[in-house]
């Protein structure tokens, strides 16, 4: 299993980028996961479920599954945030996990950066980005210059700076 990071502020298309990104290293024969944090508080399940009533009822973990699929839900309570390393423990093994998010982790990224946004590149002060696909110049010195609307491009940038997950475990524990 191999891990790199889509990083960027919010509203830089990261999500938009990982939706045609995905198909495109699917088509290269990759299985691919994605690991995508949230900075708000989120429900997969709707009031009224039972899957929902039972994590209100106080449930530690609600798994619900169908002959189409399955999902785990776990309430942390008052634990801690998990980490992105014991995240990625949970997953399955695939050739490929994006990980969205986790912008300020050690794990290898690639910067999404959108002009309208109006807000600074991660890349300067963030020797684990390794690319940055964007909608206008990086600044003189920056690294890999990828065209955001190129999906091709960052596939292959993908392939060529996703470390295998023992490597990413060594680097985030660092």
């Known amino acids: 299993m191999r891990v790199i990071g889509i990083a960027g502020w919010s509203g830089a298309g990261k999500t938009t980028l ?3 990104l995905i198909p495109a290293l699917i088509a290269r024969g990759l299985s691919v996961s994605t690991l995508k944090h949230a900075h708000h508080l989120f429900d997969v399940d709707k009031p009224g479920k039972d899957s ?3 994590r209100e ?3 530690r973990e609600v798994l619900i599954a169908s002959r189409k699929r399955w999902a785990l839900m776990h309430e942390l309570r008052e634990e801690k945030e998990p980490t992105l390393a014991e995240l990625l423990h949970h997953l399955s093994p695939v050739d490929l996990v994006l990980v969205e998010g986790f912008k300020h982790d050690k794990h290898l990224k690639i910067e999404v950066h959108r ?3 109006a807000k600074e590149f991660l890349f300067p002060s963030d020797p684990a980005i390794k690319a940055v696909a964007a909608d206008c110049p990086l600044p003189a010195g920056g690294p890999l210059h990828l065209d955001l609307n190129d999906v091709e491009a960052i596939a292959d940038t993908v392939l060529v700076h996703a ?4 490597a990413v475990m060594k680097r985030l524990a660092a």
Do not use: I, R, T, Y
């Not at 470390?163 to 023992?166: A, G, K, Q």
């Open 115 to 117: 002009a309208a946004n």
């Open 57 to 59: 009822a106080g449930a």
């Open 163 to 166: 470390e295998p997950l023992d």
């Open 18 to 20: 990982l939706v045609k």
């Open 52 to 54: 929902h009533s039972h």
